[in-house]
């Protein structure tokens, strides 16, 4: 039975810039049956929604499901993950003094590898998409593992449960242990055809599941493995994914092994070594870039490269502060969050934007950076859920299609809930599971969606849709 038109009523808080989000109240949004957003009216009462819109689209109220955000409620983009390694969920949290290179050793490499075993992967994968979407997260750019049954699996599950995924089989032919590396180059291919493949064939049309080629990171491939990625990259058209400059031992070790000689880039820099690979394109997620240097991040911006910021992570492996607004922003490199799970330590994009908004306070207060002041390094509620949102999109190759309250736009979206608190102290509103965020009623509608930001979880997601479905509600 196709799904019915829907309109959604009550208040909606959208970014509409970088620096600017909207809220529009007393607001009616509709919904056709594929689940485009076919109307947004402003200060439009259910009665006149009734009235004026649906008999301009030709819907019979009968027919129609109606959606009401309630007192304390309002209707929020979902959020995109623009980094997640799902085959690392059981590690969340788990990382000890580690960084980057230990950690991938004594945590992660054997902890991806142990995903061969489908009944194992099936129990994570299905966690790890229930999970994300409990926060909000209506779309993630997935790192499984190397293992082809296992990944195609993730995709099948992201397409049942109806999250909108782009899921990546992971490369690595060196530097790497025995068990958990590509045979060869040639084998690392046919593994990643034959998930390009697989995901074809779950979504033709990938409309909810597209393959994402994923380099793990230039010390893990061989020369000829970047290469003939970037080449199917440019021969499919499909999005890349990978790590660049996250920590600074990585940095000196990728120095060491991809010189001049060996890449024919111009200089020994990460990203002049992706560069020369073909790597380096307008579908290519960079995730961290925390230390990339001033022409790093000039030739990413000419590519048009993407940036994954990851602050939960950088923080938790003591990468560094990346200077989000200097690097990526004020030179007009789109930008998104990443949990990067298990690197970071939480599955949750809301935690990725508070700790981007505190992390980049500490770039702030770090005075300088390369002799270069950061005081305007800052970013604001404002900011980080662009970022969350109309960012993520962007970097993900989505950018007309999700993020935002506009006609055309699929209506991927969370019903955020926060408590009221009556007169007696009590919570009046909801299902008494409202969580940490608590509102008198005397804030304007920018200082409560910043308590959200900076105290909400999951139990302020209420419900979330996708493509106009509802996959997630909160019981
Ligand atoms: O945060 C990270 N997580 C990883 O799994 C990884 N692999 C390479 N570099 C990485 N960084």
């Not at 493949?197 to 909810?208: C, N, T, V, Y």
């Not at 597209?210 to 058209?237: H, N, W, Y």
Request: glycine share 8%; with cysteine.
């Amino acid at each position: 039975m196709a799904a019915p038109n829907k309109l959604f009523l009550g208040s909606f808080v959208h970014s509409k810039k970088l620096k600017e989000i909207e809220s529009l109240h007393n607001a009616a949004v509709a919904v056709d049956s594929s689940g485009k957003i076919v109307a947004v009216e402003k200060d439009c009462s259910e009665g006149r929604a009734r009235e004026t819109v649906l008999p301009r689209l030709g819907w019979r109220e009968d027919e129609v499901e109606v959606v009401r955000a309630a007192d304390g409620q309002f209707f929020f983009p979902g959020f995109i993950d623009t980094h997640i390694h799902a085959s690392q969920y059981p590690n969340v949290g788990i990382f000890g003094e580690s960084t980057l290179l230990d950690w991938l050793k004594k945590y992660t490499f054997p902890l991806e590898a142990s995903l061969a075993d489908s009944t194992k992967a099936r129990q994570v994968y299905t966690r790890v998409i229930r999970k994300t979407l409990s926060h909000g997260t209506t779309c993630a750019a997935y790192y499984a593992t190397i293992d082809v049954p296992s990944t195609n699996l993730l995709a099948d599950l992201c397409h049942t449960a109806g999250q909108r995924a782009l899921v990546g089989r992971i490369c690595m032919n060196q530097n790497s242990p025995d068990k958990y590396r590509d045979a060869s180059v040639e084998s690392a291919i046919a593994d990643t055809r034959a998930n390009i493949e697989h995901i074809r064939s779950i979504d033709p049309s990938m409309a909810l599941v597209r393959p994402i080629i994923t380099p793990r990171f230039a010390p893990a491939c061989s020369v000829d493995l970047m290469r003939q990625l970037g080449a199917l990259a440019k021969e499919t058209g499909l999005p890349i994914q990978t790590h660049i400059s996250e920590n600074t031992a990585e940095i000196a070790f990728v120095g060491e092994l991809f010189p001049p000689s060996v890449t024919g880039a111009a200089d020994d820099t990460y990203a002049a070594v992706y560069d020369a690979c073909g790597l380096l394109t307008e579908r290519t997620i960079l995730g961290h870039a925390v230390h990339l240097t001033d022409s790093e991040a000039e030739l990413v911006a000419r590519r048009k490269a993407k940036i994954s910021h990851c602050p939960c992570s950088n923080s938790a492996l003591t990468s560094g502060a990346a200077p989000v607004r200097r690097q990526f922003l004020d030179r007009g490199i789109a930008c998104g969050l990443g949990t990067d799970m298990s690197g970071g330590y939480s599955p949750s994009v809301l935690e990725a934007a508070r700790q981007a908004a505190l992390v980049s306070r500490q770039v702030v207060l770090s005075g300088t950076v390369d002799g270069k002041r950061e005081d305007g390094a800052a970013l604001s509620v404002d900011e980080v859920l662009y970022l969350a949102t109309r960012g993520g999109a962007e970097v993900v190759g989505l950018a007309d299609k999700v993020g935002a309250f506009e006609v055309g736009m699929d209506w991927d979206v969370q019903l955020i809930g926060l408590n009221i608190v009556g007169e007696d102290g009590e919570v009046i509103n909801g299902d008494g599971d409202g969580g940490d965020v608590d509102v008198f009623g005397w804030e304007s509608w920018p200082n409560q969606v910043a308590k959200w930001v900076y105290n909400g979880d999951d139990r302020n997601t209420k419900k979330v849709w996708v493509k106009g479905r509802l996959v997630h509600e909160r019981r």
